[in-house]
């Protein structure tokens, strides 16, 4: 099993160089989560890009790659502000957003990897499944 991070669904979405391989390891899972909150954020993120078809596209990547939409507990917001406080924007490291706290906070309280684009989880604390390149 696996956390998917926002950057991983808009990969995808976008049709970006590497949404093939985001896609696969989604595949490869079979049972993919995915924190409510981060479904909120992708949403947001799509709709903003590309209004109610980007939307539509989201929930056909969420019902196909049979994600599990995950609540967020009082444990995960904990994690989400400990996250913060340690890896977020301003800090040294890998300048975590709002939405990036919850999909680290998922991928932490279930110590699974996690599967996301870009650097900045490299430079926490939890697994990842794909590294950067």
């Not at 093939?20 to 992708?42: C, W």
């Not at 993120?45 to 969420?62: C, E, P, Q, T, Y």
Request: proline letters at 2%.
């Amino acid at each position: 099993m696996i956390v998917v991070d926002t950057s991983a669904l808009m990969a995808i979405l976008e049709e970006e160089d590497d949404a093939a391989a985001f896609a696969e390891a989604i595949a490869e899972d079979g049972a993919p989560l995915i924190s409510a909150a981060t479904l909120v954020e992708a949403g947001l993120v799509i709709f903003n890009r590309h209004g109610k078809k980007g939307a539509s596209l989201l929930d056909d990547v969420i019902r196909d790659g049979g994600f599990r939409i995950e609540n967020v507990t009082a444990h995960h917001a904990q994690l989400a502000r400990e996250a913060y406080a340690l890896f977020g924007k301003g800090q040294k490291k890998a300048g975590l957003n709002y939405g990036d706290c919850f999909a680290y906070a998922l991928a932490k309280a279930t110590g699974l990897p996690l599967l996301f684009k870009g650097n900045d989880f490299s430079k926490t604390d939890i697994d990842v499944v794909i590294k950067a390149r």
